[in-house]
């Protein structure tokens, strides 16, 4: 069963790989170079996922031909959804948070690459109406 307190470790595990690729490769690449990199940096850490997943996209309960991917989606409960921009913008948010809506996901993470620290500035971490009703423990 999936808890509040899973989520979070899981949650600072993923952050951790983040943080670990980073201080390898710097700043200044492309998101593919990084998202290549965190996945073998989650792999290494026996970390699972999938890559690209498709998100199906519903209206008026019929699935659109809309092609929504996500970055990672890990151990079938986190989204992560990897950016590496001057800037991060609400709209980015927005992003995620429809992803997590669509897949009834309680928690996902943001993460940008083209900043000095991950921890600090690089991330942000996004829970909805999901997370509160699991349980803590």
Same mark, same amino acid.
């Given at each position: 069963?999936?808890?509040?307190?899973?989520?979070?470790?899981?949650?600072?595990?993923?952050?951790?790989?983040?943080?670990?690729? +980073?201080?390898?490769?710097?700043?200044?690449?492309? $998101?593919?170079?990084? +998202? @290549?990199?965190?996945?073998?940096?989650?792999? +290494?850490?026996?970390?699972?996922?999938?890559?690209?997943?498709?998100?199906?996209?519903?209206?008026?309960?019929?699935?659109?031909?809309?092609?929504?991917?996500?970055?990672?989606?890990?151990?079938?409960?986190?989204? *992560? $959804?990897?950016?590496? *921009?001057?800037?991060?913008?609400?709209?980015? $948010?927005?992003?995620?948070?429809?992803?997590?809506?669509?897949?009834?996901?309680?928690?996902?993470?943001?993460?940008?690459?083209?900043?000095?620290?991950?921890?600090?500035?690089? @991330?942000?971490?996004? *829970?909805? $109406?999901?997370?509160?009703?699991?349980?803590?423990?």
């Amino acid at each position: 069963m999936i808890t509040q307190k899973y989520l979070d470790e899981l949650t600072y595990e993923t952050i951790g790989a983040a943080i670990e690729v +980073h201080k390898i490769m710097g700043r200044g690449l492309l $998101e593919t170079v990084y +998202h @290549q990199c965190l996945r073998e940096e989650l792999a +290494h850490r026996k970390i699972n996922f999938l890559t690209e997943m498709k998100i199906p996209a519903l209206y008026k309960e019929k699935e659109l031909n809309i092609d929504f991917r996500c970055d990672l989606f890990i151990e079938n409960c986190l989204i *992560v $959804e990897l950016k590496s *921009v001057q800037e991060m913008t609400n709209v980015f $948010e927005a992003q995620l948070l429809t992803y997590m809506k669509l897949l009834k996901l309680p928690k996902g993470i943001l993460i940008n690459f083209n900043c000095s620290n991950i921890f600090k500035q690089g @991330q942000k971490t996004l *829970v909805n $109406e999901y997370f509160k009703l699991l349980p803590k423990y």
